[in-house]
């Protein structure tokens, strides 16, 4: 455990919030095993797992951190709690704690993004049982049927900027989109999508600009409400798929904000697409379906709950971005690094998302990941946010 990011939990303290292990904080014996620690400046001892995954947990640390990482790779809830030889809703407890952390961990991190190039799309998926199977009842009282995560994707870096778990709504699109502006430096990026309609009308609702209308005092009646205008460096083409008998014959594209000579000039600035393309988020729709078994096709681990697929991304979504190397960021070394042993040396250098986007120097590790402590101030304030589940 890292003592070096420890602070204070005790909000009547003066150093609330301020890491300081070796100056007013030091260690003061344990708690079954888990160190403590206390505050010189308020005399108050907490655990050392404060502010972290770990607390609270009454395992050792290496079964919950091989169970979390069981859940980020795909496995069921039921086969996570055979590995580690502990009860299906002992893995809830723990993946409620996991998923909040990670939750907090990637809005702290996600902060000021210079995203230049933005793929959108939607991943079905389903809650409860298919749309299908509901009865009239269930439809009208919105338990749950079809469940669509509405993905922001940065194809430079393969980071999920955003993401939204609802319905397949115009208010979704929204939400995914203001979810999107608020982590990132204020930078239009260059917008992709298939041909929904959603994208568009949402587009001009964050970042659109109110028509300037002239009132003529002499007219009557109430005032125009002004429409929303496109900026001049907005731009946003979508991928038109024409099919036949279920299967796509032909693809097409459609400019909608913007001129084609300024979509070009996007297209020839950007480090990945040569052309129009969603092939990068949908690449990663197949990720998101690997790394969380809630997604997966035809199996029993599917969602009973929408904010427990919620949960469950926030999980492995963190882990794919500061844990899990992407192969297609990697770059060689100018020379290989020996390894231990008789093994073939290194030539490759490990990148992760995270890494690729500037917000770390490393891959974490799972301990890592889950030990990392974001400001007590920051953590509450998400914590009261009530989850953006919609219906």
Same mark, same amino acid.
């Given at each position: 455990?890292?003592?070096?990011?420890?602070? $204070?939990?005790?909000?009547?303290?003066?150093?609330?919030?301020?890491?300081?292990?070796?100056?007013?904080?030091?260690?003061?014996?344990?708690?079954?095993? &888990?160190?403590?620690? #206390?505050?010189?400046?308020?005399?108050? %001892?907490?655990?050392?797992? !404060?502010?972290?995954?770990?607390?609270?947990?009454?395992?050792?640390?290496?079964?919950?951190?091989?169970?979390?990482?069981?859940?980020?790779?795909?496995?069921? #809830?039921?086969? %996570?709690?055979?590995?580690?030889?502990?009860?299906?809703?002992? &893995? $809830?407890?723990?993946?409620?704690?996991?998923?909040?952390?990670?939750?907090?961990? %990637?809005?702290?991190?996600?902060?000021?993004?210079?995203?230049?190039?933005?793929?959108?799309?939607?991943?079905?998926?389903?809650?409860?049982?298919?749309?299908?199977?509901?009865?009239?009842?269930?439809?009208?009282?919105?338990?749950?049927?079809?469940?669509?995560?509405?993905?922001?994707?940065?194809?430079?870096?393969? #980071?999920?900027?955003?993401?939204?778990?609802? /319905?397949?709504?115009?208010?979704?699109?929204?939400?995914?989109? /203001?979810?999107?502006?608020?982590?990132?430096?204020?930078?239009?990026?260059?917008?992709?999508?298939?041909?929904?309609?959603?994208?568009?009308?949402?587009?001009?609702?964050?970042?659109?600009?109110?028509?300037?209308?002239?009132?003529?005092?002499?007219?009557?009646?109430? *005032?125009? *409400?002004?429409?929303?205008?496109?900026?001049?460096?907005?731009?946003?083409?979508?991928?038109? /798929?024409?099919?036949?008998?279920?299967?796509?014959?032909?693809?097409?594209?459609?400019?909608?904000?913007?001129?084609?000579?300024?979509?070009?000039?996007?297209?020839?600035?950007?480090?990945?697409?040569?052309? &129009?393309?969603?092939?990068?988020?949908?690449?990663?729709?197949?990720? $998101?379906?690997?790394?969380?078994?809630?997604?997966?096709?035809?199996?029993?681990?599917?969602?009973?709950?929408?904010t427990w697929l919620e949960k469950h991304l926030w999980?492995?979504?963190?882990?794919?971005?500061?844990?899990?190397?992407?192969?297609?960021?990697?770059?060689?070394?100018?020379?290989?690094?020996?390894?231990?042993?008789?093994?073939?040396?290194?030539?490759?250098?490990?990148?992760?998302?995270?890494?690729?986007?500037?917000?770390?120097?490393?891959?974490?590790?799972?301990?890592?990941?889950?030990?990392?402590?974001?400001?007590?101030?920051?953590?509450?304030?998400?914590? !009261?946010?009530?989850?953006?589940?919609?219906?």
């Open positions: 455990m890292e003592f070096t990011t420890c602070y $204070c939990p005790y909000p009547q303290c003066s150093h609330y919030g301020k890491r300081g292990f070796g100056v007013h904080l030091v260690c003061r014996g344990a708690d079954r095993g &888990i160190p403590r620690l #206390l505050c010189t400046m308020c005399h108050g %001892t907490f655990s050392a797992r !404060q502010g972290t995954a770990y607390f609270g947990i009454r395992v050792e640390e290496s079964n919950y951190t091989t169970a979390m990482r069981a859940l980020a790779e795909g496995n069921s #809830l039921r086969g %996570t709690g055979r590995i580690v030889d502990v009860d299906k809703d002992t &893995i $809830c407890t723990w993946l409620d704690q996991a998923g909040r952390h990670c939750r907090a961990v %990637t809005a702290w991190l996600f902060d000021t993004l210079h995203i230049t190039e933005c793929q959108v799309d939607e991943l079905w998926s389903f809650v409860r049982k298919k749309e299908a199977h509901l009865t009239t009842a269930e439809k009208v009282l919105a338990l749950y049927g079809d469940a669509w995560v509405w993905i922001a994707f940065a194809p430079e870096w393969r #980071l999920v900027g955003a993401f939204v778990v609802g /319905k397949r709504a115009q208010e979704n699109a929204h939400l995914l989109l /203001k979810r999107l502006r608020a982590v990132t430096c204020g930078y239009i990026p260059f917008f992709t999508s298939d041909q929904l309609p959603h994208y568009a009308h949402a587009l001009l609702q964050v970042y659109g600009m109110p028509e300037v209308l002239l009132h003529i005092p002499s007219k009557r009646g109430p *005032k125009p *409400k002004p429409k929303l205008l496109p900026p001049t460096d907005l731009h946003y083409a979508q991928v038109v /798929k024409h099919r036949k008998g279920g299967r796509v014959v032909r693809v097409t594209t459609t400019i909608i904000f913007g001129s084609e000579e300024a979509v070009q000039h996007r297209l020839a600035a950007s480090t990945v697409s040569q052309t &129009i393309n969603t092939s990068f988020v949908e690449r990663n729709n197949l990720t $998101c379906r690997q790394c969380n078994g809630r997604l997966s096709r035809k199996v029993l681990s599917f969602s009973k709950d929408p999980l492995s979504l963190a882990y794919y971005h500061f844990v899990l190397p992407h192969e297609s960021l990697r770059y060689p070394f100018p020379k290989p690094h020996p390894t231990r042993g008789s093994g073939s040396p290194k030539k490759w250098q490990l990148v992760t998302p995270a890494m690729a986007a500037g917000l770390t120097d490393h891959v974490w590790t799972m301990e890592e990941l889950l030990s990392y402590r974001v400001p007590p101030d920051f953590r509450n304030r998400l914590d !009261q946010q009530v989850p953006d589940v919609t219906a």
